[in-house]
């Protein structure tokens, strides 16, 4: 009785320990491609601030503006090539700060990134405690169980409940 238990402790041990080891396996992946996110955030933070500096919303909205007075007024020629050089003259620029741009949206998809990393690493961290607790009961239970077993003593109670009778405490001494 008590060495089928023991084996039945021992790979429920085994079971979460094979659990653990990979929660463990995805939490370092996790925080491995926290690393890197971050360090891709750190380098591309000082272009995004050029970006905010840079009034770029400006000069895509004059832009548009530009282009629809283009397509929707009736200009002379003179007045027509007038507008298409302030467009090309706009557009010069922007190609400058696109990669600036680039940089900016990058950065609040990283942000969003690492934020649902740390979300699940801590998830993954709360998996990991909850099964370390379990294993160390389990073994608690199976050193209790070896210990009666080499003094003679049968423990037919694993747990208590919360309504215990005094039959299901019972310890029986073997008589040798």
Request: charged residues 45%; positive net charge.
């Amino acid at each position: 009785m008590t060495d089928e238990r023991v084996a039945q402790l021992d790979a429920e041990i085994t079971q979460l320990t094979e659990q653990k080891k990979e929660l463990i396996e995805r939490v370092t992946k996790a925080m491995k491609e926290l690393k890197y996110k971050t360090i891709e955030l750190n380098a591309l933070r000082p272009m995004a601030e050029k970006a905010k500096k840079m009034e770029l919303d400006r000069l895509i909205r004059k832009l548009k503006s530009l282009e629809f007075k283009v397509a929707t007024s009736a200009l002379t020629p003179k007045a027509e090539k007038k507008y298409l050089d302030r467009i090309l003259k706009i557009e010069k620029q922007l190609k400058k700060v696109r990669p600036y741009l680039r940089a900016e949206k990058r950065v609040k998809i990283l942000e969003e990134d690492i934020e649902k990393l740390q979300a699940e690493i801590k998830e993954l961290d709360e998996k990991l405690k909850e099964i370390r607790k379990n294993i160390r009961e389990l073994i608690k239970k199976k050193r209790m169980i070896e210990k009666g077993a080499k003094k003679g003593i049968e423990l037919f109670a694993d747990e208590p409940d919360h309504m215990v009778s005094l039959e299901d405490v019972v310890v029986i001494e073997k008589e040798d």
